[in-house]
């Protein structure tokens, strides 16, 4: 038999003819305003990726010297974003490989999760406010990347509505 078969219903080409023929039924192509002219598929110079993963640890701090209830021990879930960036992608079209990227996040973050910020340096010598441990993920976690990645910043919510972002 040859050209597409029928079962159950779902029309399934032959192998001679499954590259040229699609069983779905596509939608016809877009050709309204902002239509895609498919000329600006090559990276052609002058620009730049982003790339921003999110990771999250649980610790409690305290802030000596602040007038107000966070100078007592209490708790947070820490959300952190990296965002690193580059001009160059590699063979798959890549800038970095996201799983790379929240690994070396992850294992920053390891060294504070389920931990006393107070207790783990460098916050034992300063204040574990939101700002420094920006900073201090920031640091650490660019010691990761390779020469052509560049970390852009780091970000930290304390809560669902206060963040600090870290930029050099």
């Known amino acids: 038999m040859e050209g597409p078969t029928v079962e159950g219903g779902v029309v ?3 192998r001679d003819t499954a590259q040229e023929t699609c069983a779905v039924q596509r939608n016809a192509p877009y050709d309204g305003p902002g239509k895609l002219s498919g000329s600006m598929h090559l990276h052609v110079g002058g620009g ?10 649980d610790a409690a701090h305290a802030l000596p010297g602040y007038d107000g209830p966070c100078q007592y021990l209490h708790g947070h879930t820490w959300e952190v974003e990296a965002t690193i960036a580059g001009q160059h992608l590699d063979e798959v079209g890549m800038l970095y490989d996201f799983k790379d990227v929240k690994r070396d996040l992850h294992g920053v973050l390891e060294n504070f999760d389920h931990r006393c910020l107070n207790d783990v340096p460098p916050f034992d010598e300063i204040n574990p406010t939101a700002e420094h441990l920006a900073r201090v993920v920031f640091y650490e976690l660019e010691k990761t990347f390779p020469a052509h990645i560049s970390l852009v910043e780091v970000a930290v919510w304390e809560s669902p509505a206060a963040k600090v972002v870290y930029r050099p």
């Open 48 to 57: 730049h990726y982003e790339l921003t993963v999110k990771d999250h640890f």
């Open 12 to 14: 399934e080409p032959d």
